[in-house]
């Protein structure tokens, strides 16, 4: 009967979330000076050519690796670079960062990752779902972030998974997600810096669409991350 509930109810949170992440990224571009930071900083990127684009990638990978939130970079290379550029930067930058930080952690960093992890439930039942599945346990994180990124790039280097897999996961299961936060980035750059109002209508009820299909796959990752004995 619970289980019924949950699913009755899952479409109505799933778009309130949607449309609150929507609402979120449009009132950033619209009342804080969002969108001119983003010109200058696309004014000085456009003026280092196709290396502009490298800059980013490497400036979203810093981030990762120490554990600074990237999210407002995400949503800001939907705005500058647009959904192609925007998803490319991203998913170069985020999956760069998270190799090196789980590098790190079975190298350089073990001892310190190692006692941030040491006790935690959620990281034991992690570590072992994934010496029974492998892969497939890092792709269903990516998919429904039940850890922290730039936490997890770490801990997941503690894990017996391989590096090849790892690196393959991260990236598959990434997609959705940053796909739908770049997209928001551009249609709430594209809402708040003006244009027709049916423009402005669809870039909103795109994001809002793009959202919900995340999250919903998000929580049936969630489920089967539970399935395995990890608490999402």
Known sequence: MADKLENSRFPIRTILLALAAIAVAFLLFRYLP??????????????????????????YSVCVVFFIPASILTLGAGALYGLAGGLGVVLLGANLGSALSFLLARTFLRERIEKMTRGNPRFEALDRAIAKEGAKIVLLVRLAPVFPFTYSNYAFGLTGVRPGPYILATFVGMLPGTIGYVYVGTAAA?????GSMASTVLNILGAAATMAVTIFVARLASRAIREAGVEA
Request: no cysteine; aromatic share 16%; charged share 5%.
């Open 34 to 59: 969002i969108a001119e930071w983003m010109q200058e900083f696309q004014v000085w990127v456009q003026g280092l050519g196709p290396l502009g684009y490298l800059v980013y990638a490497l400036t």
């Open 190 to 194: 594209g809402a708040a810096t003006g």
